[in-house]
C-alpha cells in the first residue's frame, strides 16, 4: 500500500494496454484513480472493476486529450471527487503508419497531438494543484523507438514520443522547486489488442528475436516501473527516461 490515499489520473486507461494495467497497479497499491479515455463507455466499465475488486475508489472520464477544454473539464472533475490530484500518468496515443513520402498533413498532426500535445495539455492542467499542495509525481509514456528509429512509416510517432522525452527534461527543472518529480518511460514492445489491429502477427514474431529477454512485454512490466516513479521509493528521480525493452534498445 504504498500509495494509501493519493489519487492518481490516468489517460488512454480504458483499453487493453499499458493504461489500464497501470490503473489496476495503482489502486492495488491503495491509490483513488481516475481512468481516462476517449471511449464513451469503457472508462466506467474499468473503473467500477477497479472499485469492486480492490476497494480504492476509481472513477471514469471520458476526455479527448488533445483538447484543452475536455482536459480542464477532467481535472475539475477529480478535484470535486477527491480535493487534489496526487499522481499524473500520461499514457494517452495513437498511432497511423504511413512513409513520410506518402504522409497527409493531418495524419502528422494527429500523431503529434496525440502522443506530445496531450502530454504537454494534461500536465499543464494538474499543475496549479500540484504546485500549491507542494508536491506531485508525473510519468510521461514515451517510447523506444525513439532510440533506434524506424523503418515502418513511424516518423511521426518517433518524432512525437522524443518530443515527450525532452518535454520530461525542461518540466522537471520548472516543478523541482515545488517537489513535483516529472519522468518519463520508454516501452518497448508491450503487447495488446490495440497494436495487433496495427501489426499482423509475423511483425511481433521476428521483433522478439531482437530482444535479449525473448520474449513481448506485458502491461505489468510498465507498470512496476511506473509504481516505483510515483512512490517514495523514487522520490529523488525526476527527469529521467527509462527503457523498459527487454534490452531491445541495447542493439
Known amino acids: 500500500m504504498r500509495l494509501e490515499g493519493k489519487v492518481a489520473i490516468v489517460t488512454g486507461a480504458a483499453g487493453s494496454g499499458i493504461g489500464q494495467g497501470v490503473s489496476w497497479a495503482l489502486a492495488r497499491e491503495g491509490a483513488n484513480v481516475v481512468v481516462s479515455d476517449a471511449h464513451p463507455k469503457r472508462p466506467f466499465e474499468v473503473a467500477e472493476k477497479i472499485t469492486s475488486e480492490t476497494g480504492r475508489e476509481a472513477i471514469g472520464a471520458v476526455c479527448d486529450v488533445t483538447k484543452a477544454d475536455a482536459i480542464d473539464k477532467m481535472v475539475k472533475a477529480t478535484l470535486d471527487k477527491f480535493g487534489k490530484v496526487d499522481i499524473l500518468i500520461n499514457n494517452a496515443g495513437g498511432n497511423k503508419l504511413q512513409q513520410v513520402v506518402d504522409m497527409d498533413e493531418e495524419v502528422w498532426d494527429f500523431v503529434l497531438d496525440v502522443n506530445l500535445k496531450s ?9 496549479p494543484s500540484m504546485i500549491k499542495q507542494k508536491y506531485g ?10 532510440l533506434v528509429g524506424s523503418t515502418d512509416g513511424e516518423a511521426h510517432y518517433t518524432s512525437a514520443k522524443a518530443g515527450v522525452v525532452g518535454f520530461t527534461r525542461c518540466l522537471c527543472r520548472e516543478v523541482g522547486k515545488h517537489n513535483v518529480t516529472v519522468n518519463c518511460i520508454a ?18 514474431d521476428e521483433f522478439e528475436k531482437d530482444v535479449p529477454l525473448g520474449r513481448s512485454g506485458k502491461p505489468s512490466d510498465i507498470a512496476g516501473a511506473v509504481l516505483f516513479l510515483v512512490s517514495d521509493d523514487g522520490s529523488y528521480m525526476t527527469g529521467q527516461t527509462l527503457s523498459v525493452s ?6
Open 119 to 127: 502530454t504537454f495539455l494534461c500536465s499543464k492542467a494538474v499543475l
Open 137 to 146: 509525481r508525473i510519468v510521461n509514456l514515451s517510447s523506444s523507438i525513439f
Open 187 to 204: 516501452p518497448g514492445l508491450i503487447m495488446n489488442e490495440f497494436l495487433l489491429k496495427i501489426y499482423p502477427q509475423e511483425y511481433f
Open 246 to 251: 527487454g534490452g531491445w534498445t541495447l542493439y
